[in-house]
């Protein structure tokens, strides 16, 4: 198992500040510019900048705020998490949402104070810098203050040469079948209610819709098999394949302290290092292929996987 690094103060400050300050910027000025401003002020703006949309700027406000506070409130609690490189993924996140919406509100209260209000289209690009400016710096600090991920090799299980080795085991989300669920009911819920002034836009956002929902649920549950024919993983409601190793292109196994930050978040995860299906930070089982490349399952018996797999892989090779 690996252990937690600490962190010291400056490197705290350098998660907290941007939160502090994002939080800071969007009450002073709500201070300053609010008592100026009309209970209905220009709240979008088209391409050329001119005000094409208006409403009550405090809903905006309220989220706003709500958001900044609770990213100050993530990114404190984040040196203390286990598992650094999701905590730097999610306050990556939330920053760079914190920073558009603070952005965004300040820049619309205070050209609402002017007598023509415009914003052009490159204001954007301003929001974007903000938000990468808060967000980029925390989220370093904290993915290098992770310990670094440690490969544990396991032995072979000890069996006769003749003997059928095999070893199976299921994981699932409630979050992914819940998540699955709610899409798909979106979905139907979009199609009804656009179905009768826009057929075909209907039709076409219902279906994605649909397929989105239906590839979470896809993920939802799983189940692992390792035997001769080497690993598989394979979805438990709809028995679609989702990732297949021969034996003959596995070098070695393993496993290693998965974490959703390492791959970038959760589910079916592709990168230059290979492809992982990851539902919880923990143990997973690593696949090593003759190619330098790997595949990896998050699975609470992924030491007893690997053990299986390597006695798999010394008969294949006798």
Same mark, same amino acid.
């Given at each position: ?23 800071? /910027? ?15 002020? /220009?709240?979008?703006?088209? /391409? ?32 203390g998490f286990g598992d650094r490189r999701t905590a730097a993924m999610t306050v990556l996140v ?13 820049? +619309? ?20 810098? #903000?938000? /990468? ?37 299921? +994981? ?15 979905? #139907? ?13 209907? #039709? ?23 035997d001769r024919r080497g690993m598989r993983l394979t979805s438990t409601w709809t028995r679609i ?8 292109? +596995? ?23 290979? +492809? ?8 997973g089982l690593v696949v090593r292929l003759r190619g330098g490349r790997s595949r990896v399952v ?21």
């Open positions: 198992m690996t252990t937690t690094r600490s962190m010291g103060t400056g490197p705290r400050v350098t998660v907290v500040a941007p939160g502090v300050v994002l939080t800071v /910027a969007v009450l002073v000025v709500a201070g300053a510019v609010g008592p100026r401003l009309s209970d209905r002020v /220009a709240t979008h703006f088209g /391409a050329d900048g001119a005000p094409d949309g208006w409403s009550s700027p405090w809903p905006f406000f309220v989220i706003t705020a709500l958001v900044a506070v609770g990213a100050v409130v993530l990114a404190a609690l984040a040196p939330v920053y760079l949402l914190a920073g558009v919406l603070v952005s965004a509100w300040v820049l +619309i209260a205070l050209v609402n104070t002017t007598d023509g209000p415009r914003m052009p289209w490159w204001w954007t690009l301003v929001f974007l810098a #903000v938000a /990468a400016a808060a967000a980029l710096p925390a989220a370093r600090v904290l993915a290098r203050s992770a310990p670094p991920v440690s490969a544990h090799d396991v032995a072979p299980l000890d069996v006769a040469p003749d003997a059928r080795v095999a070893w199976r085991a299921r +994981i699932g989300s409630r979050w992914f079948a819940a998540l699955g669920v709610a899409v798909v009911v979106g979905g #139907v819920w979009a199609t009804w209610l656009t179905a009768t002034e826009d057929a075909v836009g209907a #039709v076409v956002s219902g279906v994605l819709l649909l397929l989105a929902g239906l590839s979470v649920l896809v993920l939802a549950r799983v189940e692992v098999t390792v394949p989702l990732m297949r190793v021969p034996l003959d292109r +596995i070098a070695s196994a393993g496993w290693e302290d998965v974490s959703p930050g390492q791959w970038g978040g959760w589910g079916y995860r592709v990168s230059g290092r290979g +492809i992982a299906y990851v539902l919880r930070s923990g143990p998050t699975v609470p018996d992924a030491e007893r996987g690997a053990a299986a797999l390597g006695a798999l892989l010394a008969a294949h090779g006798a």
